[in-house]
T-cell receptor, first 113, second 113 residues
Framework: KAGVTQTPRYLIKTRGQQVTLSCSPI?????VSWYQQTPGQGLQFLFE???????NKGNFPGRFSGRQFSNSRSEMNVSTLELGDSALYLC????????????FGQGTRLTVV | GQQLNQSPQSMFIQEGEDVSMNCTSS?????WLWYKQEPGEGPVLLIA?????ELTSNGRLTAQFGITRKDSFLNISASIPSDVGIYFC?????????????FGQGTILTVHP
């Protein structure tokens, strides 16, 4: 069974640009959550999608958004990038997001210069 | 908001020694998870706990869900060099907390051969 796949693995963007990250969950998993990991703040929850609907959202500004497609694949978008957005962005998939066995992808390392 | 305090922050041990780390929360969690993360990779799920008092093993790893539902511990027996990494506890409240895990700050484990 294939694991969670995130693309791309690495990205370098300039301040003010926007970026889109992609996540393909484990086959059969319908819940996808996104996390930001930084040395200072650790792992922080961004949002969760299930059946193309955002069910839960963390405390991040509106520049961070996401969506989920009918095949459960998810994308997250960050607009007007700031230097502080440099982080490892992780996607986790689970069957339904309720009782969680959440499996993470390898992450996308975003560097904003 | 919910906070998880994970201790110790780091451990330096000799191969063959046992390791113990724990997490405490200011709030009740309905699910506790333990992850290991290695450099450049996403967290890997080690053990999931769903009931207060539950004790679960995965090879040399044993974790317990505290009776108060506000704490959990992870033990690693007879450590080996490949145990090196950062160990995270994570809790989920349940209810409408879909997909949202709250993470501890991590325990950095170094094993000297």
């Amino acid at each position: 069974k294939a694991g969670v796949t995130q693309t791309p693995r690495y990205l370098i963007k300039t301040r003010g640009q926007q970026v889109t990250l992609s996540c393909s969950p484990i086959s059969g998993h319908r819940s996808v959550s996104w996390y930001q990991q930084t040395p200072g703040q650790g792992l922080q929850f961004l949002f969760e999608y299930f059946s193309e609907t955002q069910r839960n959202k963390g405390n991040f500004p509106g520049r961070f958004s996401g969506r989920q497609f009918s095949n459960s694949r998810s994308e997250m978008n960050v607009s007007t990038l700031e230097l502080g957005d440099s982080a490892l962005y992780l996607c986790a998939s689970s069957l339904d997001g309720g009782r969680i066995d959440a499996f993470f992808g390898q992450g996308t390392r975003l560097t904003v210069v | 908001g919910q906070q998880l305090n994970q201790s110790p922050q780091s451990m330096f041990i000799q191969e063959g020694e046992d390791v113990s780390m724990n997490c405490t929360s200011s709030s009740i969690f309905n699910t506790w998870l333990w992850y290991k993360q290695e450099p450049g990779e996403g967290p890997v799920l080690l053990i999931a706990l769903y009931k207060a008092g539950e004790l679960t093993s995965n090879g040399r790893l044993t974790a317990q869900f505290g009776i108060t539902r506000k704490d959990s511990f992870l033990n690693i027996s007879a450590s080996i060099p490949s145990d090196v990494g950062i160990y995270f506890c994570a809790g989920q409240w349940g209810g409408t907390s879909y997909g949202k895990l709250t993470f501890g700050q991590g325990t950095i484990l170094t094993v000297h051969p």
